[in-house]
């Protein structure tokens, strides 16, 4: 009730996205560079929704690499489009690629409409700035509708890999889900740029660098997808199936003072929620001109991180199967 709607949904959204680029790229103009940023946004949001599954299909083909690797790299994505020659496939090109490299180029190439424009009209590279935006846009298309054809392969044998050995299908939906919490959510779009670990912020290395306004948001989807996601419910909401909290309920796991650890996580969910939604300004701004409020907000969100990587895991049986080296 998940999955395969989320990528249903996200190759839905791309192939809008795939249009509105290469109506854009076909003749650049003001009014159809705002309706590419609109979907661009629109798809971005709905990869929020879809990244925490980067198991079977997805992990095969390291999806996550070709979508969303941030900070971009501005000299690769120049240097490609000066050369006119890149392969998108190669290890290299991941931070040159994907919504970041979208975000640069429809977003970050001036401060005005008009500016941005010019790039594409008679910037220098023009033609190859046109090629290299529908060539980063058709190779994440291409990737996406690649898993979700893949899933309707796979998705019998998932539910038939019962178990929790490291390769059952339990382990790897769980894993990759605390994996995307711990790295991804918490340290990716919080930790990091307010330098949780460094000591220092780093604030162009927030998520949408080029869109700051769009970083909280994109925190707060992904936050309530992981939420979503724990409670069973389907990808659209209407429907509250069996999740991870009904498993941990069931096993009947309580902490210390006698509560239910599934209630528990979800409690610490819940304000970690609250805490990035009461966030004022932007995330790129915030760790650098209100940090002690952005590290109270990393604090809330490493709350979860034991709950879920040591308690929740541990009542599954389940063992820990990526390694994590970020020292915290």
Known sequence: NYVMPAYQDMVAKMNTLKQDAASFTAAPDESKLLALQNSWKDAYLTWQKVELLEFGPAENVSLRMYINIYPVSETKVNNNIASGTYDLDAFGNKDAQGFPALDLLINGTGTTAADIVSYYNTGSSATNRKNYLM????????????????????????????????????????????????????????????GAMAGTPSPGLAEANYSPALSKDLAVAAMKAVRQYYEGMSYDGSDNGVGMRDYLAAIATKDENGTLMSDVVAAEMDEATTALEGLNGTIKDAVTNNRPAVLSIYDQLQDVVPLLKVDMVSAFGISITYVDNDGD
């Open 135 to 194: 060539a980063v846009v058709n190779k994440m298309t291409d990737m996406i509708t690649g898993v979700q054809s893949a899933w309707a392969g796979y998705k019998d044998a998932f539910v038939e890999s019962t178990g929790v050995s490291a390769n059952s299908s339990l382990s790897q939906l769980v894993n990759s889900y605390v994996l995307y919490y711990e790295r991804y959510l918490r340290s990716g779009k919080i930790g990091l740029p307010v």
